[in-house]
Nanobody, 112 residues
């Protein structure tokens, strides 16, 4: 069992910025690609972004492209999701994933 811990969620207003973190205190963090997913109430979990083990390659869902940026710091065993210009439709529980393991999620609520 792997311990992935998300943090940084909260209540923000439309247009605000927010940074999520995903810490995975594992010696193998640096060798695995990592991903962000989200799940809104009543919806299926959906892909948000991912990043290769060496940060060379990233990909994004069309709905967040240009607003969200995924990054990682292998020395800190942590992945980040920088969110800009958030919208109400970004409201969801955000999960990180690596090597088929999942964190418990962090809630992001965008509301005025």
């Amino acid at each position: 069992q792997a311990d992935l811990v998300e943090s940084g969620g909260g209540l923000v207003q439309p247009g605000d910025s927010l940074r999520l973190s995903c810490a995975w205190f594992s010696q193998v963090f640096s060798v695995f690609p990592m991903s962000w997913y989200r799940q809104a109430p009543g919806s299926q979990r959906e892909f948000v972004a991912d990043i290769s083990f060496d940060s060379v390659t990233t990909s994004y869902a069309d709905s967040v492209k240009g607003r969200f940026t995924v990054s990682r710091d292998n020395a800190k065993s942590t992945m980040y999701l920088q969110m800009h210009n958030v919208k109400p439709e970004d409201t969801a529980v955000y999960y990180c994933s690596g090597n088929q393991f999942w964190g418990q999620g962090t809630q992001v609520t965008v509301s005025s």
